[in-house]
Nanobody, 125 residues
């Protein structure tokens, strides 16, 4: 499985961005997917995650009500819609995929096996 994240950029506070993660590999539909972010000098943290079926999602408290994760298994894509952006959302955002068929937690970086290269989101005040 290969992951390619895109959609980052510079946006003013209060604005919106939509991140996309294109995946390759036949087993994408059996992988949980997550978006993580890492700000300078900080650890990489989960932002949002979605089960392989799309039936269950998870959001970090800091983004609840502002961000929405979704996936399209037919097109091998996962998305992160980010609204009401704040300067503290500035970070490199990574998409990640669990090992196909893995059962268990999906809200920690250790749950994920494949990682994309990251896309930079900068929110100006």
């Amino acid at each position: 499985v290969q992951l390619q994240a895109s959609g980052g950029g510079l946006v003013q506070a209060g604005g919106s961005l939509r991140l996309s993660c294109e995946t390759s590999g036949r087993t994408f539909s059996r992988s949980d997917m997550g978006w993580f972010r890492q700000a300078p000098g900080k650890e990489r943290d989960v932002v949002a995650a979605i089960r392989w079926s799309g039936s269950t999602t998870y959001y970090a408290d800091s983004v609840k009500g502002r961000f929405t994760i979704s996936r399209n298994n037919a097109e091998n894509m996962v998305y992160l819609q980010m609204n009401s952006l704040k300067p503290e959302d500035t970070a490199v955002y990574y998409c990640a995929a669990s090992y196909p068929g893995r059962i268990g937690s999906y809200t920690h970086s250790d749950d994920y096996y494949y990682w994309g290269q990251g896309t930079l989101v900068t929110v100006s005040s």
